[in-house]
């Protein structure tokens, strides 16, 4: 008997191979009705067509440009599908905003990577992978920028200046020793490992300040730019830097850009609706697949390896 998975699995390489009978025959009636007649069999037929179109969506026009740069008339194929999918990958990865943070980081990682830096101040940043920092130090404080992913900060003494972290529309001002940042998805997250935050939210009511100590933790992001606190043991703080993941009713979307960044190339969450799921659990960074399936598993999501340098998570 055939399970689940190979069923979804068929139901997919089906749906690619309608899509690209259509592409090479865009007016071909009979291609198009067999293609219609294919998505109407079932909602299970409909939802591997939907995720199929979304990488066929990233590919269309990288593909066109490269059929009219072509002296005759190129066919696609399953291969050209999936190279056309790392192209666009690759170029969304490099391209504007990752220039812009490459031209401002002081200090950068890549995929997997874990670095630790000590700043000009005597301060000690640990930096997750694909995460990067800019740093200023000027009379009156000490400013750190997270750009892009995550950090854990351990702070100098320094009477005389404040130490500061900028992470998208979050300002944290640490007069403790130890706090970590991640920027993930939409979300901007800090938790205090020792010590004293005071986090001010930028864009909501009043700049809402927020004090944290010990084994505190506060978010901002989603729906409504909400602002949603609590405390863990103190432990799954920065827990990253020995290989685990701890989610506390978390949005999956956040979660996934966090582990996404143990995993080489892109990662795609197809489904939004997925994404706005929240999840809580600890997760073995050491295998970044298996973790990304143990946060999505719980509700339907498959995650599919299209290559070595793409992945894409969907609820087919």
């Given at each position: 008997m055939t399970g689940p998975a190979t069923d979804r699995d068929r139901l997919f390489d089906e749906a690619v191979d309608h899509m690209i009978r259509l592409q090479n025959e865009p007016n071909n009636p009979v291609a198009i009705e067999l293609a219609q007649g294919w998505r109407l069999r079932s909602p299970e037929?409909?939802?591997?067509?939907?995720?199929?179109?979304?990488?066929?969506?990233?590919?269309?026009?990288?593909?066109?440009?490269?059929?009219?740069?072509?002296?005759?008339?190129?066919?696609?194929?399953?291969?050209?599908?999936?190279?056309?999918?790392?192209?666009?990958?690759?170029?969304?990865?490099?391209?504007?905003?990752?220039?812009?943070?490459?031209?401002?980081?002081?200090?950068?990682?890549?995929?997997?990577?874990?670095?630790?830096?000590?700043?000009?101040?005597?301060?000690?940043?640990?930096?997750?992978?694909?995460?990067?920092?800019?740093?200023?130090?000027?009379?009156?404080?000490?400013?750190?920028?997270?750009?892009?992913?995550?950090?854990?900060?351990?702070?100098?003494?320094?009477?005389?200046?404040?130490?500061?972290?900028?992470?998208?529309?979050?300002?944290?001002?640490?007069?403790?020793?130890?706090f970590d940042i991640s920027i993930d998805d939409d979300f901007v997250n800090v938790g205090v490992d020792q010590g004293r935050m005071d986090v001010r939210f930028a864009g909501v009511e009043n700049g809402e300040v927020v004090a944290l100590l010990d084994g505190e933790w506060a978010r901002l992001g989603g729906e409504g730019r909400a602002i949603v606190r609590g405390a863990r043991d103190k432990a799954q703080i920065a827990a990253w830097r020995q290989g685990l993941m701890f989610a506390d009713n978390e949005p999956i979307g956040a979660v996934v850009a966090k582990i996404a960044r143990w995993q080489p190339g892109r990662t795609i969450l197809a489904n939004p609706a997925l994404g706005r799921a929240s999840i809580s659990g600890a997760f073995d960074l050491s295998n970044p697949i298996a973790a990304l399936r143990a946060v999505v598993h719980p509700y339907g999501g498959k995650v599919r390896q299209i290559s070595p340098y793409l992945t894409i998570i969907s609820s087919v």
């Amino acid at each position: 008997m055939t399970g689940p998975a190979t069923d979804r699995d068929r139901l997919f390489d089906e749906a690619v191979d309608h899509m690209i009978r259509l592409q090479n025959e865009p007016n071909n009636p009979v291609a198009i009705e067999l293609a219609q007649g294919w998505r109407l069999r079932s909602p299970e037929h409909e939802l591997a067509w939907q995720e199929a179109g979304e990488i066929f969506g990233m590919t269309g026009k990288v593909l066109d440009r490269q059929r009219k740069a072509e002296q005759g008339p190129a066919r696609l194929s399953r291969r050209k599908l999936i190279v056309g999918g790392l192209v666009v990958a690759t170029a969304a990865a490099t391209a504007g905003p990752e220039l812009i943070v490459q031209a401002r980081a002081d200090y950068l990682t890549s995929t997997a990577e874990i670095r630790r830096v000590v700043l000009s101040d005597g301060s000690a940043v640990t930096l997750g992978p694909e995460s990067a920092i800019a740093f200023h130090v000027s009379e009156r404080v000490r400013r750190a920028d997270l750009l892009r992913g995550m950090g854990y900060f351990e702070i100098a003494e320094d009477a005389a200046r404040a130490f500061e972290v900028g992470s998208g529309p979050v300002l944290s001002i640490g007069a403790g020793p130890s706090f970590d940042i991640s920027i993930d998805d939409d979300f901007v997250n800090v938790g205090v490992d020792q010590g004293r935050m005071d986090v001010r939210f930028a864009g909501v009511e009043n700049g809402e300040v927020v004090a944290l100590l010990d084994g505190e933790w506060a978010r901002l992001g989603g729906e409504g730019r909400a602002i949603v606190r609590g405390a863990r043991d103190k432990a799954q703080i920065a827990a990253w830097r020995q290989g685990l993941m701890f989610a506390d009713n978390e949005p999956i979307g956040a979660v996934v850009a966090k582990i996404a960044r143990w995993q080489p190339g892109r990662t795609i969450l197809a489904n939004p609706a997925l994404g706005r799921a929240s999840i809580s659990g600890a997760f073995d960074l050491s295998n970044p697949i298996a973790a990304l399936r143990a946060v999505v598993h719980p509700y339907g999501g498959k995650v599919r390896q299209i290559s070595p340098y793409l992945t894409i998570i969907s609820s087919v």
